[in-house]
């Protein structure tokens, strides 16, 4: 969705707003992954 969004301020002329929710975007990414790898890293049962 914030791609689409991303996309619709590119096309309105809004290359700013369009950049910021890349960046959003990238953040809500690299998060997932950190996530991802987190979830893959703790037992299950949350028990070192």
Do not use: F, H, K, N
């Amino acid at each position: 969705m914030a791609e689409a969004v991303g996309e619709i301020l590119r096309r309105g002329g809004d290359d700013d707003g369009a950049e910021r929710i890349g960046a959003v975007i990238e953040a809500l990414e690299a998060e997932a992954e950190y996530l991802t790898r987190l979830s893959a890293a703790t037992p299950i049962g949350g028990r070192a």
